[in-house]
């Protein structure tokens, strides 16, 4: 019981720890720092939109 207590526990932090890998390396590439860029100009990520100021009663 303890060996497939511990068998299950591995594979399934192997599989956990591949996923968090694929993901980081995924958002590494899609994020990564485009030298092209003009210094003004705001990247996908960026949020160009203010939100409106509404004045208090």
Do not use: C, H, I
């Not at 303890?2 to 591949?18: H, I, M, P, Q, W």
């Amino acid at each position: 019981m303890r060996s497939d207590l511990n068998e299950f526990v591995t594979k399934y932090l192997t599989l956990v720890g591949a996923t968090v890998m694929a993901v980081g390396f995924v958002t590494f590439v899609v994020t990564s720092y485009d030298e092209n860029r003009a210094e003004d100009q705001t990247s996908a990520l960026q949020s160009t939109t203010v939100p409106a100021q509404t004045a208090g009663s």
